[in-house]
């Protein structure tokens, strides 16, 4: 995420609206707007393959993935929300065609870059990890086949790493497991 575009908070119907319209993605927090940055093309390839090998092991299933270009709302507490783009989301609930973003993913997964870590590893960790739905958030790095997933145990989520060729991504609560092999395949 970038700077906010203005210092002035906007509403809701606003923001969704000036999306629509928009050439360039923001994300909303809180009321105030972030225009997002692009990403390397290793930050491309991963999230790409992670909607491919997920779209190939969910087709005909009642789970979807979906990519950097559909929302996620998440209600931040004290009338306050957020809607963030994740690089990747599974969500096994009905989901209109013609919804604008989803408050109900199973799975998320966030690629790590420079200008988004910190965001990603606190912030946007502390928002989705409030989502009743969440089973999964995955932080995947651009630089090694490394994975930190929080998984959730009870009522918290416990930290685990995958990493390197030979791990498998095993996503029990979607019914998939996806090979960093195939995960990272084409990153340089």
Same mark, same amino acid.
């Given at each position: ?16 609206? &000036? ?40 087709? &005909? ?14 209600? #931040? ?10 690089? &990747? ?72 790493? #995958?990493? &390197? ?24």
């Amino acid at each position: 995420m970038a700077s906010a575009i203005a210092d002035k908070r906007i509403t809701r119907e606003d923001y969704l609206q &000036g999306e629509l319209a928009s050439d360039i993605r923001h994300e909303y927090v809180a009321g105030n707007v972030y225009a997002m940055s692009g990403g390397t093309l290793n930050h491309q390839r991963i999230a790409r393959n992670f909607l491919r090998l997920a779209g190939n092991q969910l087709a &005909g299933k009642p789970c979807f993935p979906t990519g950097s270009d559909f929302k996620l709302l998440v209600p #931040l507490g004290g009338g306050e929300e957020a809607f963030y783009y994740p690089d &990747g989301m599974i969500t096994c609930v009905p989901v209109p065609g013609n919804a604008l973003f989803t408050d109900s993913p199973s799975v998320i997964l966030e690629v790590l870059s420079p200008s988004t870590r910190r965001n990603d590893e606190v912030q946007k960790a502390r928002d989705y990890l409030t989502i009743p739905t969440l089973e999964t958030y995955i932080l995947a790095e651009t630089e090694s086949q490394f994975l930190t997933l929080h998984r959730r145990e009870g009522k918290g989520f416990r930290r685990e790493i #995958l990493s &390197g060729p030979d791990a498998i991504l095993e996503l029990p609560e979607v019914g998939i497991s996806i090979p960093l092999a195939e995960l990272y395949q084409d990153v340089s």
